[in-house]
């Protein structure tokens, strides 16, 4: 018989919310877990078709068919923040950042420190106050409206400072205008909608994966 209250508190303990960070061997394998599943969303090209609503109507109907490539980054890293709280999750963040410009070609264009000339590094930069404030905003209650909120805020979080980022780039390289807007219709149009709702999905995984973490790891 599992002491669900004993389970909370430990899992509380966890997070380590308004706590030093302590290294310990388990953090370091979870943290490690973490970084593995940035890099392999950056990766993972998820292919599906679903209905949008046609203005002016297509061939007769109101809904037509659109077919979606999506890379899954933003749900993991929304995943990593409500799993494993601010400060495990802004050290994995770090690492897989840290590694991308040192020693491994991690990200989706390659790596190196040069990439943090790259037009889309403004994103992976936004995933560490986003992780900050995903996981803040479902500290004391994790209900579909905190989900809900953590989400926005959240997918609001990356994508202004990935805009803000890729405009800055704009001007270092001196590009025109009209690419610009096509960077930023790339990286943050549609593609948002689809963030809001794996992101969404994303936390909501996170309740049971970690009460099955927490478990395995005694």
């Not at 040192?102 to 390659?110: D, W």
């Not at 990286?187 to 049971?208: C, E, H, N, R, T």
């Amino acid at each position: 018989m599992i002491n669900t209250k004993r389970l909370k508190e430990e899992l509380d303990a966890f997070n380590a919310e308004n706590k030093k960070l302590r290294i310990t061997m388990g953090t370091l394998v979870v943290m490690g877990w973490c970084v593995f599943l940035i890099i392999i969303a950056t990766f993972t090209q998820l292919d599906f078709n679903h209905y949008i609503l046609s203005i002016p109507p297509h061939n007769g109907s109101w809904l037509k068919m659109k077919h979606c490539v999506y890379i899954p980054q933003v749900p993991v890293i929304f995943f990593i923040a409500a799993l494993i709280g601010k400060r495990f999750g802004m050290t994995a963040v770090s690492i897989y950042i840290l590694l991308g410009l040192t020693f491994f070609p991690i990200f989706a264009l390659g790596g190196g420190l040069g990439y943090i000339f790259q037009y889309n590094f403004g994103y992976i930069l936004a995933y560490l106050p986003a992780v900050f404030i995903v996981s803040f905003m479902l500290k004391d209650k994790f209900n579909y409206l905190s989900i809900l909120k953590a989400d926005i805020m959240g997918l609001l979080t990356i994508h202004i400072v990935g805009i803000f980022y890729l405009i800055l780039m704009a001007i270092i390289h001196q590009d025109s205008f009209s690419n610009v807007i096509g960077w930023i219709v790339m990286q943050s149009g549609p593609k948002m909608i689809y963030d809001f709702v794996f992101g969404y999905f994303a936390i909501l995984l996170s309740k049971p994966v970690k009460q099955v973490l927490w478990l395995s790891m005694g």
